[in-house]
């Protein structure tokens, strides 16, 4: 029997997600209703394209190492929030549930609004956050996510979707098209730089806040093309050897199977008024690279 488009299965820490599979069988997402986190996006050629580290607590008992960790409504420690904000391990609903479990295309709507402890938070806005995820007709991953504000007051927040991409290999790993680009290194107390490299590569931790980034960015030993709307900045991260043995849910090797790249809107933050909806998107596509 084929395979429904839109399916709830149980992972192995016993925590709900959605599975998303394309009608040809092969390309598929996993969603966690535990921080509409996705731990899983198989492409058309069957290549597992995200990075999910074999040490992640998949209980719920803290935010899921790898996959796409959702930063909401803080990004970092760009605020008073604990670091990446409370989207990421608060539990989502699935929007409109009957009529979703019932799709004939791989996509679903999860949603979370204000609940007693972000109203009790440095963030305290009524809101709804909606993230639509959607396995395309070519196989790739389109991430949707609207922020409505249903407050009275106006607010602003820092979002960013933390995506871990496997990679074939680091050190061959490259990310081009940020040369000349301003960024904030993380890895050096913040300091703002600017670069100078035809293309930013892996000898070393590297945890840099581009502004102003392209839409379209590549990393070849992914595979993948990233494409972003509506978040202006992107992220570049990787641990190296030092920080990943600091990481109790990420191996020791762990640092050598990833490269992060994250759109991100952090320097010039969303400001929300009463009644309107910020909204980004993200499509990642396999290249044949
Ligand atoms: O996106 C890069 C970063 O901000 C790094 O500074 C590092 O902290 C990473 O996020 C992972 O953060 P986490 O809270 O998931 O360990």
């Known amino acids: 029997m084929a395979s429904k488009p839109v399916s709830l299965n149980t992972g192995p820490g016993g925590l709900s997600h959605v599975t998303l599979r394309h009608a040809a069988g092969v390309a598929k997402a996993d969603i966690y209703l535990f921080g509409a986190h996705v731990t899983?996006?198989?492409?058309?050629?069957?290549?597992?394209?995200?990075?999910?580290?074999?040490?992640?607590?998949?209980?719920?008992?803290?935010?899921?190492?790898?996959?796409i960790p959702v930063c909401f409504p803080q990004f970092g420690k760009h605020g008073p929030l604990k670091q990446h904000g409370f989207a990421r391990t608060a539990t989502w609903r699935i929007e409109d549930e009957d009529a979703a479990m019932s799709s004939t295309t791989p996509t679903v709507t999860l949603a979370m609004s204000e609940t007693p402890d972000t109203?009790?938070?440095?963030?305290?806005?009524?809101?709804?956050?909606?993230?639509?995820?959607?396995?395309?007709?070519?196989?790739?991953?389109?991430?949707?996510?609207?922020?409505?504000?249903?407050?009275?007051?106006?607010?602003?927040?820092?979002?960013?979707?933390?995506?871990y991409f496997t990679v074939d290999n680091l050190d061959d790993s490259r990310v081009p098209g940020l040369?000349?680009?301003?960024?904030?290194?993380?890895?050096?107390?913040?300091?703002?730089?600017?670069?100078?490299?035809?293309?930013?590569?892996?000898?070393?931790?590297?945890?840099?806040?581009?502004?102003?980034?392209?839409d379209e960015i590549e990393l070849a030993s992914a595979h993948l093309k990233l494409m972003k709307t509506n978040y202006p900045d992107a992220v570049v991260w990787n641990c190296y050897k030092e920080k990943a043995a600091a990481l109790s849910d990420l191996p020791d090797d762990g640092?050598?199977?990833?490269?992060?790249?994250?759109?991100?809107?952090?320097?010039e933050k969303a400001v929300v008024?009463?009644?309107?909806?910020?909204?980004g998107r993200l499509i990642l596509k396999e290249t044949a690279s």
């Open 40 to 67: 899983s996006w198989v492409a058309a050629s069957g290549r597992e394209m995200l990075y999910l580290s074999p040490t992640a607590h998949l209980d719920g008992t803290k935010a899921i190492r790898g996959g």
């Open 179 to 214: 040369s000349g680009l301003t960024y904030a290194d993380n890895a050096n107390a913040g300091a703002e730089e600017k670069d100078k490299e035809p293309f930013v590569s892996f000898g070393k931790e590297v945890d840099r806040l581009y502004y102003g980034a392209p």
């Open 255 to 267: 640092w050598l199977r990833y490269v992060c790249i994250e759109p991100a809107r952090v320097r």
């Open 119 to 163: 109203v009790a938070s440095d963030w305290p806005f009524r809101f709804k956050a909606m993230l639509t995820f959607a396995i395309l007709d070519d196989g790739n991953l389109s991430i949707k996510m609207a922020v409505e504000n249903r407050d009275e007051r106006v607010f602003d927040f820092s979002t960013a979707l933390h995506s």
């Open 273 to 279: 008024t009463p009644g309107a909806t910020w909204a």
